[in-house]
């Protein structure tokens, strides 16, 4: 049984690695793990952070040759249309209509209204994504904050489930981490993110002025690598010997390996929709830090796997940093707590069965094998 899969923000092969390339492949393979055939439909970028009149109706024209070349070569009704993450600057232009056009369920993974978008230059890119949003039978949403809005707005005939951040441990094969019963020499920090303009060059800011000045026996590990590097290094720079570059990691055991060797996670998460690098860092039993933005919040666990800082609040970012560097026996229990926390509630298994349950609460057919 086939299940047509869409990105518009970034397909899951696409080139640069990110979170939302790793959330839509974890999707295709939580849709493969109930025994659906899932097959990229299109790879029509519909992401415009610039939008324009002429730029939109290039996209709606590419999208409908998409959409007429795609009803052609049909040769048989999939089981679903199954859209991951759609939001004002990456409307879903294809899977709606497509859905209508064979007959079946469309689904969305993380839709995100917006309202104050609806009018200024990205009224256009609201209204396309509403109209996706309210087409769908089925919503999964990752966060609270993206919940509340999808209730309030919720159209007759839908059905909204919570699918809280996950990750798949397989791809890990370093957890579960054994530490040694004590840490000797300096606590080490670690932080994975891209390198990039805009709101993580913003992040990569606020950690510097985070750590400069900060007392304490420490040294900071910063993997990741892109356009912005100079930039992320004047931002640094104050740290001095603390700290190392690591470059970019993509392999899975590799990253695995390095995040084990370190003792706590800083990302201070500037905008961040959820972040899965959270997810991964407490898989391996690193307590987390970070600012509360966006669904940060459903990623870990506030007091209890990591400590979050209201958003921009360096002094309170700085004094939870402190407090951990300080604590060795609370970075070991919240440690702990992390690991555990990953395991029993946000593996690909544990959300598999919650699609699983969703999909037939919905009418939307499963393969044998899950049926």
């Not at 007959?103 to 109209?131: D, N, Q, T």
């Not at 060059?201 to 985070?210: D, H, I, N, V």
């Not at 899965?276 to 987390?288: K, N, T």
Request: net charge neutral.
């Amino acid at each position: 049984m086939r299940c047509l899969f869409l990105a518009p923000l970034k397909a899951p092969d696409h080139p640069v690695p990110s979170g939302e390339r790793t959330m839509a492949r974890l999707f295709v393979r939580l849709l493969e793990s109930l025994g659906y055939q899932v097959e990229l439909a299109s790879r029509l970028r519909s992401f415009s952070p610039s939008p324009s009149p002429d730029g939109w109706k290039t996209l709606r024209d590419e999208a409908d040759a998409e959409i007429r070349r795609l009803v052609a070569a049909e040769r048989g009704p999939p089981a679903c249309v199954f859209t991951y993450h759609v939001y004002y600057k990456a409307p879903d232009l294809i899977g709606p209509r497509l859905a209508a056009e064979l007959g079946v369920p469309y689904v969305i993974a993380e839709p995100s209204r917006a309202p104050k978008r609806a009018h200024g230059r990205f009224a256009e890119g609201h209204a396309l994504a509403e109209a996706a949003i309210n087409a769908a039978r089925l919503l999964l949403t990752p966060t609270a904050v993206d919940r509340e809005i999808l209730d309030r707005l919720r159209a007759a005939h839908q059905r909204i489930v919570d699918v809280k951040p996950f990750i798949d441990l397989a791809e890990w094969p370093s957890v579960p981490v054994q530490r040694p019963a004590s840490q000797d020499g300096p606590v080490r920090l670690v932080t994975v993110a891209m390198m990039r303009h805009g709101d993580k060059l913003a992040s990569y800011r606020q950690l510097g002025q985070a750590l400069t000045g900060l007392a304490g026996d420490w040294t900071l590990d910063v993997i990741g690598d892109g356009p912005a590097r100079a930039e992320v290094e004047a931002a640094l720079t104050p740290l001095g010997t603390r700290m190392r570059y690591r470059g970019a990691v993509t392999d899975r055991a590799e990253l695995g390996n390095m995040l084990a060797r370190n003792h706590l996670f800083l990302w201070p998460g500037v905008n961040e929709a959820f972040g899965a690098v959270y997810l991964e860092a407490q898989a391996h039993g690193l307590p987390c830090l970070a600012g509360a933005y966006g669904g940060i919040a459903d990623a870990v666990c506030d007091g209890e796997t990591a400590l979050l800082s209201p958003p921009g609040d360096i002094d309170a970012l700085r004094a939870n940093l402190s407090r951990l560097i300080a604590d060795e026996p609370l970075r070991r229990q919240m440690g702990t707590a992390a690991a555990r926390f990953i395991a029993a509630e946000r593996t690909l298994p544990i959300a598999a069965a919650t699609v699983e349950v969703a999909f037939r609460a919905s009418g939307i057919a499963l393969p044998a094998r899950a049926a």
